[in-house]
């Protein structure tokens, strides 16, 4: 049984508990496929292991997490998940939506969801989405007929070259700016 529980520590650890598991201080269902909290003095980016299916009611509320990857096996993100985290970017792997819940980003300043090329309408009741187009080890923001880089994949080498401009499904566009966080 779980004896007690803190929010707000850095993770969470588990003893001879049959209902709940931490791996690597996120507090997860037994068997792993519900995230059931994530720890808010946890910082920077974090990506949800493929295999868990739901995020619980407010699992990353008051989160110091500013970056998470979520896998294409989500298919249900529980009321209020991110509320009043300082989340800023989410990226969707999966071209389907999951189900979300009431208020799932309430007390978020600013959230910009990344999902797949070709799905945006897929997301489209999730607020300010962006399509994320990968090549080479880059990933592209797509507005309109310009592009801007907005990370790197982590096998990218340290010396990266910029294209002017990418061809995308027979459309070129061209590359204009690169994020602060590249």
């Keep these: 049984e779980l004896e007690s529980l803190s929010v707000y520590e850095a993770s969470f650890s588990v ?26 003095k946890k910082q920077g980016r974090f990506e949800i292991s493929d295999g868990v299916t739901t995020i619980w009611k407010g699992a990353f509320d008051s989160s110091n997490l500013t970056y998470l990857v979520i896998p294409g096996s989500i298919t249900n993100l529980k009321d209020e998940t991110f509320k009043n985290s300082k989340i800023t970017n989410i990226e969707f792997t999966s071209d389907m939506a999951p189900t979300i ?3 799932v980003f309430m ?15 897929e997301y489209e009741g999730f607020g300010n989405v962006m399509e994320i187009y990968y090549e080479d080890g880059i990933q592209y ?23 002017r401009s990418i061809e995308i499904s027979g459309a070129s566009y061209t590359v204009k700016n690169m994020a602060d966080s590249c």
């Design 15 to 40: 003893s001879n508990d049959h209902k709940y598991t931490s791996v690597d201080g996120v507090l997860y269902s037994n068997s792993g496929s519900e995230l059931a909290v994530f720890p808010a």
């Design 101 to 103: 819940g009431n208020d």
């Design 107 to 121: 007390g978020c300043m600013y959230v910009r969801i990344r999902v797949p090329y070709g799905c945006k309408s």
């Design 141 to 163: 923001s797509i507005r309109n007929s310009e592009v801007d880089v907005v990370g790197f994949s982590s096998d990218c080498s340290n010396n990266v070259v910029l294209p």
